[in-house]
């Protein structure tokens, strides 16, 4: 016993080294698992606060960008505007604006955190866009914080479709360029020509039908596999949002409680 | 020792509020995304006991990784090199060992000894930091290449950084 506890007091540092690698490996695996089970994210309070000062300072540096996505947005809000009065309200989705205070693009596992959370309404899965396209999913909400998980994550997955004949894939990223975005399972006989529009494909409930995510850059048939291999060059720009929506689906809650009802 | 602490601490808050604040907020490229914040690491006195090393290594990196939204990964590569550190010291050490009451720093131990030293050091991190990051040897050619560049690009800022705070 003596000698035991002596071997232990010689590689005490060992075996301190190797307990603190367990718990980091094991916060690790559990952030890609199950995101509840992370207790500090950037969607906690304090962190929240210190990375809200240090989106005031970069502020500063984009203002003239942001005047001009200001009117982009703009545009968009005007067209979004005709839209509605002109479509029914049959499925109706309001919007939350959000300003982006703490956004990656350079690493594989990016996230944005926004400055709306629960007292604004925002709940996990909600749809994020930006004036120009698809920008992700609220991951987690803290009161006052939400942070989302972008296009340009790994772990993101999306349905998306074709807008001109609505045969639908899926969505990922391969953690390579911001730019782009991979588009799988579309089956090598449907025509896909370069430029074609990538939206939303309704089938998930985060995005209603035809939301905007990017435009093929370029499709490659490979003899190995009966699917299209797809770049999709995002429309969103993830260098430079500062601006972003959060979708609020009215219904989604009904049309999810229907649903598991089959299960 | 003791009297070290309110120094040490005030090193370890500016280390996480730079690389919060500026180098966080760089995101130039996937090429140039440095981890300054070892620089705390680098610069513990020759005789802290390994305990303390690795306890404020996982608080610096837990810490980070909120920020960072990758939990574990910053944490799991500074443990990492603060394991590594005493060993790294031996090797780099100079022929009649560490003087007492020097610290690691090129104002005292020269520029060629603190490059070799923490030029080592970061590129155990960076390489651990961003194999973690991809978790398998799929893109094995541009994540050594990422981990070679932000090598070179903490190196340099941790270097500038020591003619920044120990001017005197």
Known sequence: ?263 | MIKYLPKYLLIFITCILLQVVIFNEMQISRFLNPSFYVLFILLLPFETPKWLQLISAFALGLIIDAFMNTAGMNTAAIVFIAFLRPAVLNLVSPREGYEPGSFPRIAQMGFSWFLKYSLILIALHQFALFFIEAMSFNFVGLTLLVALTNTIATTFFVIVSQFIMFKR
């Open chain 1, 1 to 263: 016993m003596r000698n035991l506890l002596k071997l232990f007091l010689k590689y005490y540092a060992v075996f301190l080294f190797l307990l603190l690698e367990f718990l980091a490996f094991l916060m690790l695996f559990q952030q890609n698992h199950y995101h509840n089970a992370v207790f500090l994210n950037s969607a906690s309070g304090v962190v929240g606060f210190i990375n809200t000062r240090a989106a005031h300072v970069v502020d500063y540096f984009t203002l003239k960008k942001e005047n001009d996505l200001l009117q982009q947005e703009n545009l968009y809000l005007r067209q979004k505007l005709e839209e509605k009065t002109a479509a029914s309200a049959e499925y109706e989705s309001t919007y939350v604006d959000a300003k982006v205070i703490n956004n990656s693009v350079v690493r594989q596992k990016n996230f944005i955190t926004i400055n709306r959370g629960e007292i604004h309404g925002m709940k996990k899965q909600m749809g994020v866009l930006s004036p120009t396209g698809v920008i992700g999913v609220v991951e987690n909400t803290s009161p006052h914080f939400a942070s989302i998980i972008p296009i340009i994550n790994i772990n993101f997955h999306l349905s998306a479709q074709l807008a001109k004949n609505s045969f639908y894939g899926a969505l990922g990223w391969d953690g390579q360029d911001p730019q782009f975005a991979q588009l799988h399972e579309i089956p090598n006989y449907v025509d896909v020509q370069k430029g074609d529009t990538i939206v939303t494909s309704g089938f998930s409930y985060s995005f209603d039908e035809g939301k905007l995510i990017g435009t093929v850059h370029s499709a490659e048939k490979s003899s190995a596999s009966a699917f299209w291999t797809i770049q999709v060059k995002l429309a969103t720009n993830f260098r430079n949002i500062n601006h972003v929506y959060v979708i609020d689906r009215a219904k989604i809650e009904e049309q999810k409680s229907l649903e598991v009802k089959h299960d």
